[in-house]
């Protein structure tokens, strides 16, 4: 369940159902405007994760 | 001869729409006789405040000091009853140690930030905006 991965693609989904429902009300308006926002999220995530690869995450910040 | 403009239809009270779509999510929906998105919009908030509880994220409330705290706290607030059900009955608090508590957070954000939308989506309803 704590997964990185996981939780995005679950965040993901919700966020995408939501703005499906609540943007469109044709079924294939509503599968198309959902594959959109899903792979934009999960994708753009990826891409992200990607291009900071290269840099060290370096030790936790100390907790206040 | 001019037509007169066109009166936009009004479907139901303007504040109790309102109300019980903040109050209850998806509950402003059923009212305005969308029932099937009402329990949809309703699973989908609930869940989102759900999986942020599993995860020991943070429901914010207003710290002195930090004033970016009250946007934080109004964007949580916008879940409605789950917010005071889970900081007042069930007394949640998250866990700043726990491994999920950042996701958590933004699941308990997005939570409330979702039914601020529904309560706008219900207000243009109401209003003959939208469909």
């Known amino acids: ?25 044709e079924r294939k308006e ?26 060290p995450s370096g030790p936790p910040a100390p907790i206040p | 001869m001019p037509q007169p403009p066109a009166v936009p239809e009004r479907r139901g009270n303007a504040v109790v729409a309102v109300l ?11 009212y305005l006789k969308r029932p099937l998105r009402g329990l949809a919009f309703f699973a989908l908030v609930v869940a989102s405040a759900l999986i942020g509880c599993a995860l020991e994220g943070n429901l914010y409330k ?10 934080a706290t109004f964007a949580s607030m916008g879940m409605g009853f789950l917010y005071f059900l889970l900081r007042y009955a069930l007394h ?18 997005t939570a409330g930030l979702m039914n601020l939308l529904l309560v706008l989506d219900v207000w243009d309803i109401v209003r003959g905006k939208k469909e």
Do not use: C, D
């Open chain 1, 30 to 55: 509503q599968i198309k405007l959902f594959l959109q926002v899903f792979l934009g999220m999960v994708g753009g995530g990826l891409l992200v994760a990607w291009l900071m690869y290269p840099f």
């Open chain 2, 62 to 71: 207003v710290m002195a000091g930090q004033p970016l705290t009250m946007l």
């Open chain 2, 20 to 30: 019980s779509a903040w109050l209850v999510p998806g509950l402003g929906h059923f």
């Open chain 1, 1 to 25: 369940m704590l997964s990185h991965f996981l939780l995005m693609v679950l965040y993901a989904l919700i966020v995408s159902l939501f703005f499906t429902l609540l943007w469109r009300r």
């Open chain 2, 92 to 109: 949640y608090q998250g866990n700043i140690m726990g491994a999920g508590y950042e996701y958590g957070t933004a699941f308990l954000l």
